[in-house]
C-alpha cells in the first residue's frame, strides 16, 4: 500500500509539473508563430504543425520528460492499489500546476480558486484513510476489448470537438483526454502477462493497445487543450476525467473497495474531490475567457 501511494505521489508532481512547463511551451510556441497563416484552423483551433512546434520548444520537452516520471508512478500505483485511491492522489496534480502556474504563468488565482482546490486536497485526506483493498477479481477478455473500444471512441469523439468548436473546445479536450488517460489507468491494471513478464503475451492483449492509444491521444488532445484555454482549466477537466472513470471501473468490474464501514465517507471523498477539480475547470474557463 505504502508503495503504490508514493508512487501515486510521484505521479502527482510529476504530472503537476509537466502541466505547467508544456503551458509555457505551448505558449511561447503560439507568440513565436503569429502571423503564419498555418497557426490556426478555420474554426480557431491550432493546426496540427503548431502543436508539433509546441511540442518541439524546450520546456515542453522537459514537461514531457515529467510526464515519463508521472506515467512510471501511474503505472506502480494502478496495479499496488485501489484506483479510485490511485487516480484520486494524482488528480492533486491540480493543486502542484496551480501553485506553480502563479510563479512561471503568472496566473491569478481567487478565493474561490483555493477554495476549491482546499476541498479537493481534503477529499484525497479522507480517501487515503478510507480506502480498502485493491480488487484481485479476474477480468474476462470483455473487459479488455470493452476499454479498448471505449478509448478508440472517446479519442474520435474528442477529434471531432476540436474540429467542431475549434477554440471554444479547451475544457472539452483536456476532459476527453482525461478519460483516455483514465481509460489508460484501467487497461494497466489488467493487462495480462505483466506478472511474471511475457512479452508476447503482453503485446496481444488488447488492453495493451489501449495503453499505446489512450496514452498517444490524451497527450494530443491535452496539448492542444493547453493552447487554446486556462491551463488550471484543461488540467481540471483533465483530473474529472481521468479520476471518474478508473475509480467506477475499478469498484463495479474490478473488486476495489473502501474499508469497512466506510463506503459513505469514501464516495463523499471522491465526489468532493471531482466537484473541487470541476469547479477549478469552471473558474479556469472563465477567467481565461475574461483575457481573451
Same mark, same amino acid.
Given at each position: 500500500m505504502l508503495i503504490g501511494v508514493a508512487a501515486a505521489l510521484l505521479a502527482c508532481f510529476g504530472y503537476g509539473t509537466a502541466s505547467v512547463l508544456q503551458a509555457y511551451g505551448a505558449r511561447k510556441s503560439a507568440a513565436a508563430a503569429v502571423g503564419h497563416g498555418d497557426t490556426v484552423t478555420a474554426t480557431g483551433a491550432p493546426s496540427l504543425s503548431a502543436t508539433i512546434a509546441a511540442a518541439l520548444t524546450p520546456a515542453f520537452i522537459v514537461g514531457m520528460a515529467l510526464d515519463v516520471v508521472g506515467f512510471a508512478g501511474s503505472v506502480v500505483s494502478a496495479r499496488l492499489i485501489p484506483l479510485f485511491l490511485a487516480q484520486t492522489i494524482m488528480s492533486a496534480n491540480l493543486v502542484v500546476t496551480a501553485v506553480l502556474g502563479v510563479v512561471v504563468l503568472g496566473v491569478r488565482l481567487r478565493t474561490r480558486d483555493w477554495?476549491?482546490?482546499?476541498? $479537493? $486536497?481534503v477529499s484525497l485526506c479522507v480517501l487515503s484513510v478510507t480506502a480498502g483493498h485493491t480488487g484481485t477479481d479476474a477480468?474476462?477478455?470483455t473487459v479488455h476489448w470493452g476499454v479498448f473500444v471505449v478509448a478508440v471512441l472517446t479519442l474520435l469523439v474528442g477529434l471531432t470537438l476540436i474540429r467542431v468548436l475549434g477554440a471554444r473546445a479547451a475544457v472539452g479536450a483536456g476532459l476527453v483526454a482525461g478519460i483516455l488517460f483514465g481509460a489508460m489507468a484501467v487497461a494497466?491494471?489488467?493487462l495480462?502477462?505483466?506478472d511474471p513478464l511475457r512479452p508476447l503475451v503482453v503485446l496481444a492483449d488488447p488492453a495493451s493497445w489501449t495503453i499505446a492509444i489512450a496514452g498517444a491521444g490524451g497527450f494530443y488532445l491535452f496539448t492542444v487543450a493547453l493552447q487554446l484555454g486556462s491551463v488550471n482549466g484543461?488540467?481540471?477537466a483533465l483530473v474529472a476525467g481521468e479520476t471518474v472513470v478508473p475509480g467506477i471501473a475499478g469498484v463495479v468490474l474490478l473488486g476495489d473497495t473502501a474499508a469497512p464501514g466506510l463506503g459513505w465517507a469514501v464516495a463523499v471523498a471522491f465526489v468532493g474531490a471531482v466537484s473541487g477539480a470541476v469547479a477549478v475547470?469552471?473558474?479556469g474557463a472563465a477567467e481565461?475567457?475574461?483575457?481573451h
Amino acid at each position: 500500500m505504502l508503495i503504490g501511494v508514493a508512487a501515486a505521489l510521484l505521479a502527482c508532481f510529476g504530472y503537476g509539473t509537466a502541466s505547467v512547463l508544456q503551458a509555457y511551451g505551448a505558449r511561447k510556441s503560439a507568440a513565436a508563430a503569429v502571423g503564419h497563416g498555418d497557426t490556426v484552423t478555420a474554426t480557431g483551433a491550432p493546426s496540427l504543425s503548431a502543436t508539433i512546434a509546441a511540442a518541439l520548444t524546450p520546456a515542453f520537452i522537459v514537461g514531457m520528460a515529467l510526464d515519463v516520471v508521472g506515467f512510471a508512478g501511474s503505472v506502480v500505483s494502478a496495479r499496488l492499489i485501489p484506483l479510485f485511491l490511485a487516480q484520486t492522489i494524482m488528480s492533486a496534480n491540480l493543486v502542484v500546476t496551480a501553485v506553480l502556474g502563479v510563479v512561471v504563468l503568472g496566473v491569478r488565482l481567487r478565493t474561490r480558486d483555493w477554495l476549491a482546490i482546499a476541498t $479537493v $486536497v481534503v477529499s484525497l485526506c479522507v480517501l487515503s484513510v478510507t480506502a480498502g483493498h485493491t480488487g484481485t477479481d479476474a477480468t474476462t477478455p470483455t473487459v479488455h476489448w470493452g476499454v479498448f473500444v471505449v478509448a478508440v471512441l472517446t479519442l474520435l469523439v474528442g477529434l471531432t470537438l476540436i474540429r467542431v468548436l475549434g477554440a471554444r473546445a479547451a475544457v472539452g479536450a483536456g476532459l476527453v483526454a482525461g478519460i483516455l488517460f483514465g481509460a489508460m489507468a484501467v487497461a494497466v491494471r489488467v493487462l495480462d502477462g505483466v506478472d511474471p513478464l511475457r512479452p508476447l503475451v503482453v503485446l496481444a492483449d488488447p488492453a495493451s493497445w489501449t495503453i499505446a492509444i489512450a496514452g498517444a491521444g490524451g497527450f494530443y488532445l491535452f496539448t492542444v487543450a493547453l493552447q487554446l484555454g486556462s491551463v488550471n482549466g484543461a488540467a481540471a477537466a483533465l483530473v474529472a476525467g481521468e479520476t471518474v472513470v478508473p475509480g467506477i471501473a475499478g469498484v463495479v468490474l474490478l473488486g476495489d473497495t473502501a474499508a469497512p464501514g466506510l463506503g459513505w465517507a469514501v464516495a463523499v471523498a471522491f465526489v468532493g474531490a471531482v466537484s473541487g477539480a470541476v469547479a477549478v475547470a469552471i473558474f479556469g474557463a472563465a477567467e481565461a475567457g475574461q483575457e481573451h
